[in-house]
């Protein structure tokens, strides 16, 4: 059975869907990783070496993981969401100076130039479309700013995917039964389907105006971590 909305209903869908899973969302995430996605995020920034000198855009910011780990680097970061609660969630996570803005990823309430980093983590299957949103980060980043990109992948192992898509496909809708949002869980293992394959994924960073694309894989592929560098 899918739980894949209608194409025309998918931003509304997914935006409902964060605000109901919000107060348990971080949870989840640990439980289902392991904790791991807190590792992922830390070695991502790390690689995008921020300074002081650079303006953070956390883009479908959530509750402000990514948001947290670029304020040990920066004091300009701003955490993005179209998701109300997602948001009031990294509120009271207390993480000053970080500024949390509603608004949607593709009409991005920022100056052309504005920013030098842009992050987002496991968001990229809950666009629409990805060439807009790309586009739309190429806008606001000011030449030779960086981009980096968590999310999740497939193993290449036949072996490892096999037992990923158990995992994937089977305990995680299970634990989301149990301790979150049955149809929310059903969703996120779907939503891969939405993901382009790497060369696809390549060509529209690079259409949308990024250059030195690398990536980066984890947890033997189930994973993966995307920098880029803006033109």
Same mark, same amino acid.
């Given at each position: 059975?899918?739980?894949?909305?209608?194409?025309?209903?998918?931003?509304?869908? $997914?935006?409902?869907?964060?605000?109901?899973?919000? &107060?348990?969302?971080?949870?989840?995430?640990?439980?289902?990783?392991?904790r791991m996605d807190q590792?992922?995020?830390?070695?991502? $920034?790390?690689?995008?070496?921020?300074?002081?000198?650079?303006?953070?855009?956390?883009?479908?910011?959530?509750?402000?993981?990514?948001?947290?780990?670029?304020?040990?680097?920066?004091?300009?970061?701003?955490?993005?969401?179209?998701?109300?609660?997602?948001?009031?969630?990294?509120?009271?996570?207390?993480?000053?100076?970080?500024?949390?803005?509603?608004?949607?990823?593709?009409?991005?309430?920022?100056?052309?130039?504005?920013?030098?980093?842009?992050?987002?983590?496991?968001?990229?299957?809950?666009?629409?479309?990805?060439?807009?949103?790309?586009?739309?980060?190429?806008?606001?980043?000011a030449p030779g700013g960086?981009?980096?990109?968590?999310?999740?992948?497939?193993?290449?192992?036949?072996?490892?995917?096999?037992?990923?898509?158990?995992?994937?496909?089977?305990?995680? &809708?299970?634990?989301?039964?149990?301790?979150?949002?049955?149809?929310?869980?059903?969703?996120? &293992?779907?939503?891969?389907?939405?993901?382009?394959?790497?060369?696809?994924?390549?060509?529209?960073?690079?259409?949308?105006?990024?250059?030195?694309?690398?990536?980066?894989?984890?947890?033997?592929?189930?994973?993966?971590?995307?920098?880029?560098?803006?033109?």
């Amino acid at each position: 059975m899918t739980a894949l909305p209608a194409p025309e209903e998918k931003a509304a869908a $997914v935006r409902h869907m964060f605000d109901r899973i919000a &107060p348990g969302y971080d949870r989840m995430n640990r439980l289902m990783t392991g904790r791991m996605d807190q590792r992922w995020r830390r070695q991502l $920034v790390e690689r995008l070496a921020i300074t002081d000198d650079d303006r953070v855009l956390d883009l479908a910011a959530g509750t402000g993981d990514f948001s947290e780990l670029a304020r040990q680097y920066t004091g300009h970061v701003v955490a993005l969401d179209f998701s109300r609660q997602m948001l009031l969630g990294g509120v009271r996570r207390r993480l000053a100076p970080v500024q949390f803005v509603q608004a949607d990823a593709l009409r991005l309430p920022l100056a052309d130039a504005s920013q030098t980093v842009a992050v987002s983590g496991f968001a990229l299957r809950n666009f629409v479309a990805l060439p807009p949103v790309f586009a739309e980060l190429a806008r606001v980043l000011a030449p030779g700013g960086r981009i980096g990109l968590l999310e999740v992948d497939r193993p290449r192992n036949p072996l490892v995917r096999m037992g990923h898509g158990v995992y994937f496909n089977r305990v995680v &809708p299970f634990m989301g039964r149990l301790l979150s949002d049955a149809q929310a869980y059903r969703y996120l &293992p779907q939503s891969a389907v939405y993901l382009p394959g790497q060369d696809e994924l390549v060509r529209m960073l690079r259409d949308a105006g990024f250059r030195k694309i690398q990536k980066k894989r984890h947890m033997m592929g189930a994973a993966q971590a995307i920098t880029a560098v803006r033109e």
